[in-house]
Nanobody
Framework: QVQFVESGGGLAQPGGSLRLSCVASGFTFSQSQMRWFRQVPGKEREMGAS????????DYADSVNRRFIITRDNSVNTVYLQMNNLKPEDTAVYYC???????WGRGTQVIVSS
């Protein structure tokens, strides 16, 4: 079945960086657009970044644009999110998925605090 396993979260200081990874399985990864989402407790899950099947096309939410970089490696079914210049408002649980229709992984917690 479709599965996503996110990792790489943790505690970072404002202005710091983290790199998230997500290993996907159960579908043809190289044929699927991939997305990173995030969710703050009590708020709706929101999409932060997306990447095309080849990795040549990317798109970002205004809140993360020019700070986060999404990449992928189709040889290992993995999508990454390089998070730079982190802000306290980036604190959330981060998930990857192809979209809204597949089961969700457990996510990885990111906390940005001094």
């Amino acid at each position: 079945q479709v599965q996503f396993v996110e990792s790489g979260g943790g505690l970072a200081q404002p202005g710091g960086s983290l790199r998230l990874s997500c290993v996907a399985s159960g579908f043809t990864f190289s044929q699927s657009q991939m997305r990173w989402f995030r969710q703050v407790p009590g708020k709706e899950r929101e999409m932060g970044a997306s990447i095309s099947r080849t990795g040549l096309g990317t798109d970002y939410a205004d809140s993360v644009n020019r700070r986060f970089i999404i990449t992928r490696d189709n040889s290992v079914n993995t999508v990454y999110l390089q998070m730079n210049n982190l802000k306290p408002e980036d604190t959330a649980v981060y998930y990857c998925n192809t979209g809204w229709d597949n089961p969700w992984g457990r996510g990885t917690q990111v906390i940005v605090s001094s």
